[in-house]
């Protein structure tokens, strides 16, 4: 068995936030991990990932604190015709590390499928960024006891092949995020939680060095009030955090929740 990975703590800010408060917000989590000391550091890699009109900005204004910034989504493609589309050298190059693939509100808003997020998860890892995967299911298939081979079928499908995961496993991060659990205030009970996760972690292979580094968040209304029990979960190695990520108290108490 490997050692679990150093868990994640990734804040999606999706269609929020303006100079004024966006940077405000950063400069807030700056200040408290600037401050945080020893026991009060939270025990986690900490990523905010604002709308791309504050990408730069909000890079700038984390300046060395240790918390990363990503972009939401990216183009499949390095550059060209594709207008109000964004590359991932060009997140890369504004100061992200990392991107977000195939959020649910993409893949439904959208119309993504699985091989064009798998595109875009290429083209964040060719451009030197982490790629957070994101995979869940609907709340009907929830309902039919579809879960597990949904998320198969996502992975299978959606997963960067090849180079990208082997020896920079550690550069793919999956997020599990029912979609019936986001923005709604309802998750699955903690056991569902963990089995899904062990599922996954199965599937990567988790007896294998890569298999076994590849860091599986859990999203959807996770808030300071449930993180605890949520990260305390096995295989659960961090959380993809929306809604409350726009609040520094909750997301800063979100981080600290990490065992
Ligand atoms: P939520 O969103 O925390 O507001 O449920 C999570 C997400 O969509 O990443």
Redesign the pocket.
């Known amino acids: 068995m490997t050692d679990p990975p150093r868990p994640l703590v990734a804040g ?1 800010w999706k269609m929020n936030g303006l100079g004024g408060d966006g940077l405000a917000l950063a400069a807030d989590l700056a200040r408290r991990a600037a401050s945080a000391k020893g026991e009060e550091s939270p025990a986690c890699d900490l990523l905010v990932c604002p709308p791309a009109t504050l990408l730069w900005r909000v890079a700038e204004a984390l300046g060395q604190s240790p918390i990363a910034v990503g972009g939401q989504d990216c183009h499949a493609d390095a550059k060209g015709a594709h207008t109000g589309d964004i590359g991932a050298e060009m997140l890369k190059d504004a100061g992200a590390t990392y991107a977000i693939v195939g ?1 649910s ?1 993409r893949r439904a808003g959208h119309s993504e499928t699985d091989a064009l997020v798998r595109a875009k998860a290429e083209a964040a890892l060719g451009a030197g960024l982490c790629a957070i995967v994101c995979i869940g299911e609907t709340e009907a298939q929830y309902g039919a006891g579809e879960t597990l081979g949904v998320l198969e079928k996502q992975l299978a499908g959606s997963l960067p092949k090849g180079p990208g995961i082997a020896p920079g496993a550690a550069k793919v991060v999956i997020a599990y ?1 029912p979609i019936w ?3 709604t205030g309802l998750t699955p009970s903690l056991d569902e939680i963990a089995r899904v996760h062990a599922h996954i972690r199965g599937i990567l292979g988790g007896a294998s060095a890569e298999g076994g580094s590849i860091r599986i968040l859990y ?4 808030n300071a009030a449930n993180a605890a029990e949520i990260l305390a979960l096995e295989e659960v190695n961090g959380a ?5 990520s726009l609040h520094a108290d909750d997301f800063w108490s979100i981080a600290r929740s990490c065992p």
Not at 219 to 222: C, L, N, Q
Not at 240 to 244: N, Q, R, S
């Open positions: 999606n959020h509100e995020e659990a986001i923005g999203g959807g209304s996770v993809l955090v929306g809604g409350a």
